[in-house]
């Protein structure tokens, strides 16, 4: 029987730490693949004394034996992916790029500032790193793929009759149609880097499931920022769900193999939306200081808050979790008291499922005792009481095992169960 692909997914509305669990398992698999978003998502990985900032290469290339492609479902940005490259020796031969990814170009970024502006406070609060237009280009069919930089000048000529066909509407919103002889430069220089990486992916995954390799499915952002299944209008614009990575890398549902759900221990948010267990007071302060919550590709502040159990189980639900990951545990370490929330308050009714509209929902808390010294545990047995009693509770509530316990930031503080 042919292996399937394991799978990793956030289970919150992104920022779980997904970058630290893809690092610890892409030790084991020899290929890691990412199937959506774009680089409005950041992973911080910590080995040793170095930290690593990723946006659009896979977590696995801290594996010097693992592949790493990048799906047709990302929407990639040239220009921000050559600077991460720099943070690494020559990766040919342990990097490749779907020539059906869609390009984001600097215009899609200007597109999505102005549209925010134009929102004023109704704005979503997205990164405006021109996720949104480039998806939206592509379900329009006007956008462009990546092995289109095959052929520079005949890209330039199309982005250029785009812009003709859409000129009052970019007029209006202030974008300017690009210089064509700064925009062919540009697209050749991206051509020189880029090329040897391009390549069919889909067929070399399927290559290698047919060979028996292990293969690791990467996602990003979250479950609850998905574009049909999170709070809409406040979400991303791909699939983060796990049926995402058939689309994102042209797998059947019959390819996915074991699906691990990253969620940290309390919450977090970054941009605008309903958010029904936020703490807008010291706690919650008290939760970004501690975890650091602070965004890896924009640095801006997250909203902080308590663990949401009913959008977990949905999420798990929704996913075909089979063990949750749980991180940052050692950030609630000193906490006299640590709530979760167990169900929702809306129009007076309790509810225990995600409405259509989380807006006017108001958080249940149910309430645990703190702990102290969590932080650096390597075995359940090693955890402070009060946090062994907190993640079998999870465990119940979400109706999915903990098989994974994150301790720090540090590759080697992980609890496996």
């Not at 699906?259 to 029904?276: E, L």
């Not at 090693?382 to 590759?411: D, F, H, V, W």
């Amino acid at each position: 029987m042919k292996r399937q692909a394991n799978l990793i997914v956030g289970l919150q509305w992104g920022d779980e730490g997904k970058g630290k669990i893809v690092d610890h398992m892409a030790q084991t698999h020899d290929y890691v693949c990412r199937f959506a978003g774009g680089h409005n998502a950041g992973h911080t990985i910590v080995v040793g004394d170095k930290t690593y900032a990723l946006h659009l290469i896979p977590s696995g290339v801290l594996n010097p034996k693992a592949i790493n492609i990048v799906g047709n479902g990302v929407v990639f940005s040239p220009s921000d992916f050559i600077k991460e490259m720099e943070q690494f020796d020559n990766l040919e031969g342990r990097l490749y790029l779907s020539d059906k990814a869609q390009l984001l170009l600097s215009y899609h970024s200007k597109i999505d500032q102005a549209r925010e502006r134009m929102k004023g406070d109704k704005a979503i609060g997205t990164t405006g790193k021109g996720i949104g237009p480039a998806y939206g280009d592509k379900v329009a069919r006007v956008g462009h793929r990546l092995g289109e930089l095959h052929n520079p000048q005949k890209l330039t000529k199309k982005i250029l009759e785009y812009f003709k066909m859409n000129s009052a509407i970019f007029d209006v919103m202030g974008v300017d149609t690009p210089n064509e002889d700064e925009l062919l430069s540009e697209l050749i220089e991206y051509k020189e880097v880029l090329e040897p990486y391009i390549t069919d992916t889909t067929l070399l995954v399927w290559k290698a499931l047919d060979e028996g390799k292990k293969v690791l499915l990467e996602g990003a952002q979250g479950t609850m920022l998905d574009i049909d299944h999170g709070t809409y209008p406040y979400v991303t614009s791909s699939t983060t769900v796990s049926a995402g990575a058939c689309s994102g890398l042209g797998l059947n549902p019959k390819d996915i193999g074991a699906v691990t759900g990253i969620a940290k221990a309390y919450c977090t948010r970054v941009g605008n939306g309903p958010f029904p267990s936020e703490d807008l007071g010291e706690d919650g302060e008290r939760l970004r200081k501690s975890g650091h919550e602070y965004g890896t590709t924009t640095g801006r502040p997250r909203r902080c808050g308590w663990f949401d159990a009913v959008a977990m189980r949905h999420a798990v639900r929704i996913n075909g979790v089979e063990q949750v990951a749980l991180m940052k545990l050692d950030v609630l370490d000193g906490f006299k008291e640590i709530k979760v929330c167990v169900a929702y308050e809306v129009e007076g009714n309790r509810i225990d499922y995600v409405p259509y509209d989380l807006e006017d929902a108001t958080a249940i808390y149910e309430i645990f005792d703190g702990w102290e010294n969590s932080c650096g545990a390597r075995s359940f047995e090693e955890l402070p009481k009060n946090a062994q009693e907190y993640i079998l509770s999870l465990e119940k509530m979400i109706n999915c095992p903990i098989g994974i316990i994150s301790t720090s930031p540090e590759r080697e503080d992980t609890i496996i169960r």
